[in-house]
């Protein structure tokens, strides 16, 4: 069982920025980042995998980047240029094996959330 442990979020004013980070217990094919703004669906935002490719959702593209650390498993969500759009419960997610990386269908492992706020 992969445990994945959050940081980051927060309260930030409208074009302000955030750092979110997500540490692993072990090594995965693929982690990355959904949210969900009140009312809405479950949506992925950003995703890497082992070997450093990145998806990115439309919405984020120019704005969010996503990385790894070099030694360990932690993966970082750096935001820039927060929009009150972003505002949302941003879980970190992670998965083993092949699948779609915008698809929550295909992770099996989640942290338990951390809230980002954008106010205008």
């Known amino acids: 069982q992969v445990q994945l442990v959050e940081s980051g979020g927060g309260l930030v004013q409208a074009g302000g920025s955030l750092r979110l980070s997500c540490a692993a217990s072990e090594r995965t094919f693929a982690m990355g980042w959904f949210r969900q703004g009140p009312g809405k669906e479950r949506e992925a935002a950003a995703i890497i995998t082992w070997t450093r490719g990145t998806t990115y959702a439309e919405s984020v593209k120019g704005r969010f980047t996503i990385s790894r650390a070099d030694v360990g498993n932690t993966v970082y969500l750096q935001m820039n240029n927060l929009k009150p759009e972003d505002t949302a419960v941003y879980f970190c997610?992670?998965?083993?094996?092949?699948?779609?990386?915008?698809?929550?269908?295909?992770?099996?492992?989640w942290g338990q959330g951390t809230q980002v706020t954008v106010s205008s």
């Open positions: 997610a992670a998965r083993k094996l092949f699948g779609d990386n915008l698809l929550s269908a295909s992770y099996d492992y």
